[in-house]
């Protein structure tokens, strides 16, 4: 069975950093286009970002500049590296990718900006 794991997520102080993880495992035959999305209380799930295979990004207006998507295709892994961390930025995290022609999605981690 193929699964997504996240991690990295946690508490910050606004202007701070946090770099999220999100490694592929399982029965993989491909994986294409990986991205991370969020949701925050009473609201929808939104797009942050997503990258190709190829490495192509693309970053949601509320991030470009502050947040920054990668992946490492050997480990199979996604990356996504927040600075300049915002009270607004507050939600579950979820990482979501196209494995094997399916969108699977990861449990999604918190990250709460707050002082």
């Known amino acids: 069975q193929v699964q997504l794991v996240e991690s990295g997520g946690g508490l910050v102080q606004p202007g701070g950093s946090l770099r999220l993880s999100c490694a592929a495992s399982?029965?993989?035959?491909?994986?294409?286009?990986m991205g991370w999305y969020r949701q925050a209380p009473g609201k929808q799930r939104e797009l942050v970002a997503t990258i190709t295979n190829s490495g192509n990004t693309n970053h949601a207006d509320s991030v470009k500049g502050r947040f920054t998507i990668s992946r490492d295709n050997a480990k199979n892994t996604v990356y996504l590296q927040m600075n300049s961390l915002k009270p607004e930025d507050t939600a579950v995290y979820y990482c979501?990718?196209?494995?094997?022609?399916?969108?699977?999605w990861g449990q999604g981690t918190q990250v709460t900006v707050s002082s």
């Open positions: 399982g029965r993989i035959f491909a994986i294409n286009q």
């Open positions: 979501n990718a196209r494995i094997n022609w399916r969108d699977t």
